[in-house]
């Protein structure tokens, strides 16, 4: 089945510490994105990415990081510098010709202590 | 900036009640609009689209949305609620003048609860 993989799906961190959150997709999709949800906020945009070795950042991207070395692949780092890092974490994907419908993954639930 | 607004961040109805839940868009032109729902436990799905044509679109489980051009709305809709219609809710819009891929801006979602 093709779909996108968030991984892990949960996890928990001590404060000052960098985290990298997994995203891998088979669906063949051009563009990749990262949103940051949070109770009563909606979903945020963090970073996403239109190909390899390219990305831009969204609304929220202050303490992140992402690099996109392969296609199907859109890692996201939550550094030490984001100083409110506990949050869902979507990743979600389309293609050029999807007219922005977005596929999404599970999500990865990181929670710092 | 460009924003989404939904009315309701909370609604509780009972089970055969209709349901409509706002959504307005700031102004920026030509619109792409999205519903999505987020059930518990479940990835976050298209509920609805739109792009073009017909303002009263269709979508799954029974849901329809109205986008009327001069109030900047993409209201949803279903007739008679179920229990199984307690979800989260999220509007959504893609500005075309911001062209690319750059991404969706979504409301900061209705969390909607059917008794039974």
């Known amino acids: 089945d093709g779909g996108i993989t968030q991984s892990p799906k949960y996890l928990f961190r001590k404060e000052g510490q960098n985290v990298t959150l997994s995203c891998e997709q088979n669906?063949?999709?051009?563009?990749m994105y990262w949103y940051r949800q949070d109770p009563g906020q909606g979903l945020r945009l963090i970073y996403y990415s239109q190909i390899v070795n390219d990305f831009q950042k969204g609304d929220i991207a202050e303490g992140y990081s992402v690099s996109r070395e392969k296609k199907e692949s859109f890692p996201l780092t939550v550094t030490s510098a984001q100083k409110n890092p506990t949050a869902f974490y979507l990743c979600?994907?389309?293609?050029?010709?999807?007219?922005?419908?977005?596929?999404f993954g599970a999500g990865s639930r990181l929670t710092v202590l | 900036a460009q924003s989404v607004s939904q009315h309701n961040h909370h609604v509780i109805l009972s089970e055969a009640a209709s349901l409509e839940l706002g959504c307005n868009y700031s102004y920026g032109g030509t619109v792409n609009l999205f519903w999505y729902v987020q059930y518990p436990g479940q990835h976050l799905q298209l509920l609805l689209k739109y792009f073009s044509g017909d303002p009263l679109v269709k979508g799954i489980k029974g849901f329809e949305a109205e986008f009327i051009k001069s109030k900047f709305s993409f209201n949803l809709r279903k007739p008679s609620v179920q229990w199984s219609d307690t979800a989260e809710y999220f509007c959504?819009?893609?500005?075309?003048?911001?062209?690319?891929?750059?991404?969706?801006?979504f409301g900061k979602g209705t969390h909607l609860i059917i008794q039974p």
């Open positions: 669906l063949n999709h051009d563009a």
């Open positions: 959504a819009v893609k500005w075309r003048s911001g062209g690319g891929a750059d991404g969706l801006t």
């Open positions: 979600a994907s389309t293609t050029y010709s999807g007219a922005n419908v977005l596929t």
